[in-house]
């Protein structure tokens, strides 16, 4: 028997874990000796943010939610690696599979680690090269101890092997977030609101804020808003918040005509308003990688990313941190001069297949 645990906390987790454990469910159907165990440690405790997406997505209820959800980085990367450790204690496996660049992706390697069992990082390899992200130092600590890398694109294969990774540990699989995105692509919901504001398809736009540099300052906010919201031509751009953006909208709610704060919205009433939308404005990874896929302009208000195949390959540009940035961008999207974008090598709903495959390989 071979035993798999895999870990997922929060949002764009459940997205990358959901492809994996269909196709090791498909698997045990055949008649291979494999078993998985799935561990949420509830970094995301907010129910849109997380326990939706297992209805949404037909994923099995976890084994075991950890509940260190809550606080500081380090509080939160401290609470999971106790209650962690505990749980592989008690429930022993022969290798650990963590995905992305959350929290929980490097306090979870690190107790793998540290137990001797194998680790597989899904997404390895992904670099933004600016220390000052978060998830940089997640992803950088976490590729330093991993056994297995699972790749999106062969430049972040490139990136591994910089580092003195062997390339025989390196798997270039594709992405399983557009696993999921082609599997569900039929399944699409409308959101209420798509009819309450009256949404044409292709006249609204999708915003999403979440860094620190973008949203802590009310300030900076306040002029990154404004000039999304006149620079729009007056078109519906809908943002659904963050939670932690929400309290700081409070200040500045009813200034701009044509910018909807909404809920956080399930994952297929998300990617139904993305899919139809105009454009999105983001400063997300994960949705560049969507965006790509269903060809819709997206404008990244970063000075960098970890997923450069979205601007080289797809239908992604770097508008850069300052808000006066924007208008050249929407302008330049207005006058139908966008790029059309293509979609880059395996992003083609099989990523899963190749991965689940690969693990049976090496655990055999």
Request: hydrophobic residues 40%; proline residues 5%.
């Given at each position: 028997m071979m035993h798999i645990t895999i870990i997922a906390g929060a949002?764009?987790?459940?997205?990358?874990?959901?492809?994996?454990?269909?196709?090791?469910?498909?698997?045990?159907?055949?008649?291979?000796?494999?078993h998985y165990r799935l561990v949420h440690t509830g970094q995301h405790y907010d129910k849109k943010m997380s326990e939706t997406f297992f209805d949404e997505l037909n994923i099995p209820k976890p084994d075991i939610n950890l509940a260190a959800g809550g606080g500081t980085q380090a509080e939160q990367t401290a609470a999971i690696m106790i209650a962690f450790e505990k749980d592989l204690n008690d429930n022993p496996t022969d290798i650990v599979i963590v995905v992305g660049d959350v929290t929980s992706t490097l306090a979870c390697s690190i107790v793998t680690k540290k137990a001797h069992v194998k680790l597989a990082h899904i997404e390895g390899g992904i670099r933004s090269f600016d220390i000052t992200m978060p998830e940089e130092i997640n992803r950088m600590v976490t590729d330093s101890i991993t056994d297995y890398f699972f790749t999106t694109t062969e430049l972040a294969g490139d990136n591994l092997k910089k580092e003195g990774?062997?390339?025989?540990?390196?798997?270039?699989?594709?992405?399983?977030?557009?696993?999921?995105?082609?599997?569900?692509?039929?399944?699409?919901?409308?959101?209420?609101?798509?009819?309450?504001?009256l949404l044409k398809q292709k006249k609204y736009f999708v915003l999403t804020l979440h860094r620190p540099n973008n949203v802590d300052d009310f300030k900076?906010?306040?002029v990154l808003l404004k000039e999304i919201s006149e620079s729009a031509n007056d078109l519906p751009v809908i943002f659904p918040?963050?939670?932690?953006?929400?309290?700081?909208?409070?200040?500045?709610?009813?200034?701009?005509?044509?910018?909807?704060?909404?809920?956080?919205?399930?994952?297929?009433?998300?990617?139904?308003?993305?899919?139809?939308?105009?454009?999105?404005?983001?400063?997300?990874?994960?949705?560049t990688e969507e965006t790509t896929v269903l060809g819709v302009p997206c404008l990244t208000i970063r000075d960098n990313t970890e997923r450069p195949e979205t601007c080289t390959i797809g239908t992604n540009e770097l508008v850069g941190t300052?808000?006066?940035?924007?208008?050249?961008?929407?302008?330049?999207?207005?006058?139908?001069?966008w790029k059309k974008g293509g979609i880059p090598e395996l992003w083609d709903g099989k990523s899963a297949a190749r991965i689940v495959e690969k693990l049976i390989e090496l655990l055999a």
């Amino acid at each position: 028997m071979m035993h798999i645990t895999i870990i997922a906390g929060a949002r764009p987790n459940f997205m990358k874990v959901s492809p994996i454990i269909h196709e090791i469910i498909k698997k045990q159907k055949e008649g291979v000796n494999i078993h998985y165990r799935l561990v949420h440690t509830g970094q995301h405790y907010d129910k849109k943010m997380s326990e939706t997406f297992f209805d949404e997505l037909n994923i099995p209820k976890p084994d075991i939610n950890l509940a260190a959800g809550g606080g500081t980085q380090a509080e939160q990367t401290a609470a999971i690696m106790i209650a962690f450790e505990k749980d592989l204690n008690d429930n022993p496996t022969d290798i650990v599979i963590v995905v992305g660049d959350v929290t929980s992706t490097l306090a979870c390697s690190i107790v793998t680690k540290k137990a001797h069992v194998k680790l597989a990082h899904i997404e390895g390899g992904i670099r933004s090269f600016d220390i000052t992200m978060p998830e940089e130092i997640n992803r950088m600590v976490t590729d330093s101890i991993t056994d297995y890398f699972f790749t999106t694109t062969e430049l972040a294969g490139d990136n591994l092997k910089k580092e003195g990774i062997q390339a025989e540990n390196i798997y270039l699989v594709g992405n399983v977030m557009i696993d999921t995105l082609l599997s569900n692509i039929d399944r699409l919901k409308k959101p209420e609101i798509f009819d309450q504001l009256l949404l044409k398809q292709k006249k609204y736009f999708v915003l999403t804020l979440h860094r620190p540099n973008n949203v802590d300052d009310f300030k900076d906010l306040e002029v990154l808003l404004k000039e999304i919201s006149e620079s729009a031509n007056d078109l519906p751009v809908i943002f659904p918040v963050h939670p932690r953006t929400k309290d700081r909208l409070k200040l500045f709610e009813s200034q701009f005509n044509n910018i909807h704060y909404i809920a956080p919205l399930g994952y297929l009433e998300f990617n139904y308003l993305v899919k139809n939308s105009f454009a999105v404005i983001t400063d997300s990874g994960g949705i560049t990688e969507e965006t790509t896929v269903l060809g819709v302009p997206c404008l990244t208000i970063r000075d960098n990313t970890e997923r450069p195949e979205t601007c080289t390959i797809g239908t992604n540009e770097l508008v850069g941190t300052n808000p006066k940035n924007i208008k050249p961008a929407l302008e330049k999207l207005f006058a139908g001069n966008w790029k059309k974008g293509g979609i880059p090598e395996l992003w083609d709903g099989k990523s899963a297949a190749r991965i689940v495959e690969k693990l049976i390989e090496l655990l055999a």
